[in-house]
Nanobody
Framework: QVQLVESGGGLVQAGGSLRLSCAAS????????VGWFRRAPGKEREFVAG????????YYADSVKGRFTISRDYAKNTVYLQMNTLKSEDTAVYYC???????????????????WGQGTQVTVSS
């Protein structure tokens, strides 16, 4: 079993920054691909960013490219999502997800991940 705990959400003004953390326990981080997803009110869950087990491969949704950065700290078993130049449309509940993916470096759909955190709210005021 893998437990994921997100933190770092909050209220920020447009143009500001936040860093989300996803702390994993129950399995060594190097065996897990990790993705960040978000769900805005009234919208479907969407992929935001992902990082491969090795950390060499990262992928981003077009809507966050150039503004968000995903990284991982193996010593702390934690994956981070640095979010800069936040916009009101970034307001959502953010979830991290993890699993041991085979055949693909990073999964971009929620169905590829079996473990999910409880989510952290990010609210960007305009």
């Amino acid at each position: 079993q893998v437990q994921l705990v997100e933190s770092g959400g909050g209220l920020v003004q447009a143009g500001g920054s936040l860093r989300l953390s996803c702390a994993a326990s129950g399995r060594t981080a190097s065996t897990l691909t990790v993705g960040w997803f978000r769900r805005a009110p009234g919208k479907e869950r969407e992929f935001v960013a992902g990082v491969s087990r090795s950390g060499r491969d990262t992928y981003y949704a077009d809507s966050v490219k150039g503004r968000f950065t995903i990284s991982r700290d193996y010593a702390k078993n934690t994956v981070y999502l640095q979010m800069n130049t936040l916009k009101s449309e970034d307001t959502a509940v953010y979830y991290c997800a993890a699993d041991t993916l085979l055949g693909v470096a990073v999964g971009k759909t929620g169905g590829e991940y079996g473990y999910w955190g409880q989510g952290t709210q990010v609210t960007v005021s305009s």
